[in-house]
């Protein structure tokens, strides 16, 4: 048994599985909150009700009819059985932190500090990152319960200006992947959190009081869809910086929080459009323009100002205090050197010369030492302990080539 070996291909499960896990109860999680979205949008006065008081909808799915009836404050009575939705959420969170801890806690040197940015020990990253996280939820919810916390739209502006600077800070501290990820771990913490720590509190004190035959107070209720409609404005950013991190040209410019602000805005107005439409308000089409006008000024904010975009533009690269920062000196042995110099960095260089690779895949670079040893275990699961790369092993890397990475690779 190899332990030097074992434990990258352990670890890569456990982030599959993770990844899967997170994956299927956001999706579980966001579609829950997009059916009560839209069924609060849909529903309409029923004699059953009064007015005021609540509303039905009538929906056909999987072969069978529903008649759905909301109580606006409360019901007349509690049946036993009432369906709770809140661990899609939880899980959701669970999961996503695991996933955070498993990818850039763990491998804090490979995906969350970058030295150019700022040289901090693994440490300080994830007492940085797990303390913005946590900051982001105490700010947020003193909003909500501030005098500002009235008027929706305040709250939205607010919620904005902190959101794109939390952006702001974590790329001044962290990874620009790294950064982005914590953007959206805000955001997401400060959903599930609304979940946790005042809507399901809120519900249970609604069912106490109809338990105890008194009539509950409705502000419960009302604090409970205001929170909720809240984190149905943030689903679609939130996933955006989620997946955003498999995708470079979107975190690379140094604008990296201009980006943070139109996906905001994108996948807000996005949401307006289908709470309105779903509420028969009709079709608000000036949405889909304004996240449009988003998507064309976040597509041109990375072509001129990441190096991949301002090199297939053909401009001259923007000098950043990353590139002018001296290299630092390490050692790799020349034979490595010279099989990742002679079949990966054809491809894996900031100006690839191998036809058809116009950047750097995945912003991943195998051009210099420095380089070679940061994405060491990245090169180990790739070309050693997968035959990955390169790709179709199209630079026909040899044998005794991919022998001469384990052994450096997994050298201790
Ligand atoms: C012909 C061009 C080419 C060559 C040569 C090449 N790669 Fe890649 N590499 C790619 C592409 C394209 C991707 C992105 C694959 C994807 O998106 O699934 C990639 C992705 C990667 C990744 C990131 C994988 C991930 O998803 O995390 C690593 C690490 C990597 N390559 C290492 C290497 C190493 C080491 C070599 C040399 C032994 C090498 N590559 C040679 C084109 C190349």
């Known amino acids: 048994m190899e332990p030097a070996l074992l434990e990258p291909i352990l670890h890569e499960f456990g982030s599959l599985l993770l990844r899967w896990a997170h994956i299927v109860a956001g999706m579980a999680w966001i579609g829950a909150s997009f059916y009560f979205m839209h069924l609060d949008a849909a529903l309409r006065p029923t004699p059953q009700i009064p007015a005021g008081k609540g509303g039905e909808a009538w929906e056909v799915h999987g072969g069978g009819f529903y008649q759905v009836k909301k109580y606006l404050v409360a019901p007349e009575f509690l049946p036993d059985h009432l369906i709770w939705h809140k661990w899609e959420s939880y899980f959701t969170w669970i999961t996503g932190a695991l996933l955070l801890v498993w990818t850039y806690y763990y491998q804090a040197t490979l995906f969350l500090i970058d030295p150019a940015v700022l040289a901090l020990t693994p440490w300080q990253a994830f007492g940085i990152g797990a303390g913005g996280i946590a900051f982001g939820w105490i700010f947020y919810d003193l909003v909500c319960r501030s005098p500002l916390g009235r008027s929706d739209l305040y709250v939205g502006i607010v919620v904005f200006v902190f959101v794109v600077g939390m952006a702001l800070f974590f790329q001044n501290v962290f990874s620009p992947r790294g950064a982005f990820v914590h953007t959206g771990a805000v955001m997401a913490t400060i959903m599930t959190a609304n979940v946790f720590l ?170 210099t030492p420095a380089a070679m040893e940061r994405n060491k275990s990245l090169i180990l699961m790739q070309s050693v302990l997968t035959h990955a790369m390169p790709p179709n092993n199209i630079t026909e890397i040899t044998p005794e080539e991919r022998a001469a990475l384990k052994a450096w690779a997994t050298a201790r």
């Open 198 to 367: 005042i809507i399901q509190p809120n519900q249970r004190k609604v069912v106490a009081a109809l338990k105890a035959g008194q009539e509950p107070d409705p502000k419960y209720g009302k604090i409970g869809k205001l929170r909720s409609s809240h984190n149905n404005y943030f689903t679609l950013p939130v996933i955006f910086l989620m997946m955003s991190n498999h995708y470079p040209i979107t975190y690379s410019t140094p604008y990296a929080f201009v980006i943070v602000a139109l996906a905001l805005i994108g996948g807000a107005v996005v949401r307006v459009f289908y709470n309105r439409r779903h509420a028969g308000h009709g079709n608000a089409w000036w949405c889909w323009g304004v996240a449009f006008a988003c998507l064309i000024a976040a597509i041109a904010l990375c072509l001129t100002t990441t190096p991949q975009g301002r090199l297939a533009l053909g401009l001259p690269a923007l000098v950043s205090t990353a590139e002018a920062a001296p290299a630092p000196v390490v050692e790799v042995p020349p034979q490595v050197q010279d099989v990742v110099m002679g079949r990966c960095s054809m491809c894996h260089t900031a100006e690839p010369v191998y036809e058809g690779i116009a950047t750097a895949p995945r912003g991943i670079l195998l051009d």
